[in-house]
């Protein structure tokens, strides 16, 4: 059974950082592309960015480029989002993701959900 713990959310001004991670097991976690999707408040939850099984491509939606970078660790079993120049409007409920498939798109192809991480950025 795939279990995916999300950590690292909480509260930032804007223009500040935070470093999600999101730590799996009960899978062969080299073989999974992962990512990140967010939901805000009274919206659907969304693509965030997508990283393949070997770490050697990743994908991000248009408003997080530049800012976000998504990275890898298949040695611990580990994917980390690493969030900077936050704005008020990357305030959302944080979700890892695994895809069987291993190549990080499209979104569609993400099966297995973390239970979520909540970010705040306050202006």
């Known amino acids: 059974q795939v279990q995916l713990v999300e950590s690292g959310g909480g509260s930032v001004q804007a223009g500040g950082s935070l470093r999600l991670s999101c730590a799996a097991s009960?899978?062969?976690?080299?073989?999974?592309?992962m990512g990140w999707f967010r939901q805000a408040p009274g919206k659907e939850r969304k693509f965030v960015a997508g990283?393949?099984?070997?770490?050697?491509?990743?994908y991000y939606t248009d408003s997080v480029k530049g800012r976000f970078t998504l990275s890898r660790d298949n040695a611990k079993n580990t994917v980390y989002l690493q969030m900077n120049s936050l704005k008020p409007e990357d305030t959302a409920i944080y979700y890892c993701?695994?895809?069987?498939?291993?190549?990080?798109?499209?979104?569609?192809?993400?099966?297995?959900w973390g239970q979520g991480t909540q970010v705040i950025v306050s202006s």
């Open positions: 990283i393949n099984w070997s770490g050697g491509s990743t």
């Open positions: 009960g899978l062969t976690f080299s073989n999974f592309a």
């Open positions: 993701a695994a895809d069987p498939t291993g190549w990080g798109r499209p979104a569609s192809s993400f099966g297995s």
